[in-house]
């Protein structure tokens, strides 16, 4: 269960967070817990989780180990303030910043060099799922990204489907939904790396994923975990979540 803060939460905001949401996961041990803050409060979250199971990601990385490259946090910074995962290709990246496939697989394969966990995000935007053509977006984005990962790599990926449309903005893709992108992906994953890769690989769902909706999609067998932007910004609702 991870949680992405985007661009919230400063330091002092980040430790007043951990202080009432630790307690709340201490006895959690079904499940793996990270939160990806905001660079600049990487640390105060290391600092705030040491000694319990929760781990702390970024929300990018770069492609290149150093360099002039202004504005980008390269994987071995992560991993030298503690951090053990790393979100890769969000959709408000692709939307944004001009992320494409091709970066997405060069800065997981950037993560996987420096140690990191990648969670790398897929998904459709509105306009392709209404011309039927989510499977062939998620079919494309696996096959111009991901599968440029030899087997070794994928085995260390963890995958997000997010369809774009259902981040933010309140409406969840329902269970069967999510469930047949999954298995879109989960398809994809046994042709190009085999069966085992595919039983073995974590797809996370995300988009607008609350406490009142997480218990339906995590009763979906193909979901294996959940990507959650605003609803981990709060202890009560992000614990709740990881609690289902
Ligand atoms: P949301 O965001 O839960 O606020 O919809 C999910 C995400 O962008 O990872």
Redesign the pocket.
């Known amino acids: 269960m991870a949680g ?1 803060w985007k661009m919230y939460k400063t330091p002092a905001e980040t430790t007043a967070f951990f202080e009432k949401f630790r307690p709340l996961v201490e006895k959690s041990s079904h499940c793996e817990i990270v939160i990806c803050p905001p660079f600049t409060s990487l640390v105060a979250a290391v600092a705030a989780v040491q000694g319990s199971a929760i781990q702390v990601g970024g929300q990018n990385v770069a492609w290149a180990k150093e360099g002039a490259f202004t504005g980008e946090i390269c994987g071995q910074m992560l991993t030298s303030v503690g951090a053990s995962y790393a979100i890769i290709g ?1 959709s ?1 990246r692709r939307q944004y910043f001009c992320e494409t496939d091709e970066t997405v697989l060069k800065r997981t394969q950037a993560a996987l060099e420096a140690g990191l966990t990648p969670i790398v995000c897929v998904g459709e935007r509105l306009e392709e799922r209404e011309s039927g053509n989510t499977a062939n977006v998620l079919i494309g984005q696996f096959n111009k990204g991901i599968a440029g990962l030899t087997d070794q790599q994928f085995a260390k990926i963890v995958i997000a489907y ?1 369809p774009v449309w ?3 903005t309140g409406k969840t893709a329902t269970p069967e939904m999510a469930a047949d992108a999954h298995r879109v992906i989960r398809e994809q994953v046994r042709a190009k790396y085999g069966k085992d890769a595919g039983d073995a690989v974590r797809i996370l769902y ?4 609350k406490p009142d909706n997480v218990k339906t999609l995590m009763a979906q067998p193909e979901i294996d975990g959940s ?5 981990s910004l709060d202890p009560v609702s992000f614990s709740s979540i990881v609690n289902f």
């Open positions: 992405n969000h408000e997010e259902a981040i933010g995300g988009g607008s994923v990507l959650v932007g605003g609803a």
